[in-house]
């Protein structure tokens, strides 16, 4: 194939103990998955069915227990960290059974929805898209992938997530209201999953702003931690 302009590089993740590296393919979240979090976000923590928006594959950025930089990104005044367990797709499908569903997960890891909240509740409450809130460079900082073949998969874990070295948000994934079983059964029958794909299955509660010099840790037990500092972005130059 010979292209007209040079195309984009695929964008990858690490994966713990294997040189081979995991190319990301498409980033799906899914939204108020916690029900403390969706209380604290001034919603009902009914269990409707869930729903999802995307990050581009670009937004991953790799980051791991020694600590990468991010920058703060512009046009906002009101930077987030949602810690979460991220799910990596290694077989794809449609309408997978919530019986079946982890036979497609390839890995697990750490890691952060940063979120541009000024941006996202400006859209919400306007009925606009959120991309401009969640979909941008950088946005996705995930640690190394633990492969199931490796670990397992995980039903208790403790979630946590400290900014210079004060908590901030603690819970555990056996708190989410949709499974990564079921969310991944449920995305399936809207959207054909391929391999490559990446859920990032949503936060607990205590997400709040962060600014440039503060340094988030984020862990689950059994997939490590990474350590996520915010640098100075455009708009602060
Ligand atoms: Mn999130």
Known sequence: MQYAIPPAAVNTLEIAG??????????FCVGRNYAAHAI???????????FFFMKPANAAVRASADAITIAYPPKTANYHHEIELVVAIGKGGSNISVEQALEHV??????????????Q?????????????????????????????????????????????????????????????????????????????????????????VVAGDEMRGAIAGLGEIVVRVGKGKDHE
């Open 106 to 119: 390839y890995g697990y890891a750490v890691g952060l929805d940063m979120t541009r909240r000024d941006l």
């Open 121 to 209: 509740l400006d859209a919400r409450d306007k009925g606009r898209p959120w991309e401009f809130g969640k979909s941008f460079s950088q946005s996705a900082p995930i640690g190394p992938l633990h492969t199931v073949s490796a670990i397992g998969h995980l039903e208790n874990a403790a979630i946590t997530l400290t900014v210079n070295g004060a908590p901030r948000q603690s819970s555990d994934i056996n708190k989410l209201i949709w499974s990564v079983a079921e969310s991944i059964s449920y995305l399936s029958q809207y959207e054909t999953l391929e391999p490559g794909d990446v859920i990032m299955t949503g936060t607990p509660e205590g997400v709040n702003a």
């Open 18 to 27: 294997q040189d081979a590296a995991f190319p990301v393919n498409r980033i």
């Open 40 to 50: 604290e976000m001034g919603k009902d923590p009914t269990r409707d069915a869930p």
